[in-house]
């Protein structure tokens, strides 16, 4: 029988190679105005330059930047917006960090100036369905994270329902959106899979997902899995955005058990530990 955790998975970043035989974690990086305080455009650079390198310095592997709110009810900002508030965060994370940077965008413009700035990895919660995504990503020859999402931002939570189990839904919707990739030119190892927690789920859909994520690997590429600080930790555990840490952790763990090899998180440091320390555990008797 295959070990289900021996699978070798490298991505090719641009400049970087990104060994997923392990599991990784990717650190958190919102560059929208109420992510930092309120000192100007200039402080806002300095301060996400120094979240990224202290990101870095607790193991995170790669840093995701957005520059638009994707939580439930957040309306797109504008093109100019987006790229003003994105590329010079990615031009000195590169530059001065040397950075595995990913950029979460649904954009092309933003794919392609990201990219042309030394931008290593896309990570669409839109899958490359908004005009022009799908020609951006493949030109880029970038990784791409394909999410899947049931709806928009705006009305996801809205009353997400669903006709067939929460998992064979996300399956089929990813095993569409993997052919289209393929279609436009995106090599099909260069793509990294989501169940989308949180993304147009409620609180039961995300944590049967969860729990049934394991046949997910069967499509052969590697899994990334998103929950830090969301509200499905909030309803279970009753805590507020602040007080979720303990929770996020299992769920990484959960996670990387059943096959997630980027989890993508706030805290960095802790959750490090966490997947490590899983991961010693896989490792040991697996064979036999
Ligand atoms: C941008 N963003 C917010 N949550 C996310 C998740 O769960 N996965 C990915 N890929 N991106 C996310």
Known sequence: MQDRYAMPMQLRCGRHQLDLSYPRVMGILNVT???????????????????????????????DIGGESTRPGASPVPLQEELDRVLPVVER????????????????????EAASRGAGMINDVRSLRWPGALEAAAMSGLPVCVMHMLGEPTDMQLAPHYEMPIEEAVAAFLETRIAECEAAGIRR???VLDPGFGFGKRVEHNLR?????????DFGLPLLAGMSRKSMIGKVLARPVEERLSGGLALATMAVERGARIVRVHDVGPTVDAVNMTWAVLQEGTDA
């Open 33 to 63: 105005p109420d992510s930092f305080s309120d000192g100007g455009r200039h402080n806002a650079l300095d301060e996400a330059v120094y979240r990224a390198e202290t990101m870095l310095a607790e193991g995170a592997a790669i840093i």
């Open 93 to 112: 994370l590169v530059s001065e960090l040397d950075a595995l940077v990913s950029l979460d965008t649904s954009r092309g413009e933003v794919m392609r």
């Open 189 to 191: 190892e260069q793509l």
């Open 209 to 217: 997902l969860l729990n049934r994520m394991q046949p997910l690997t």
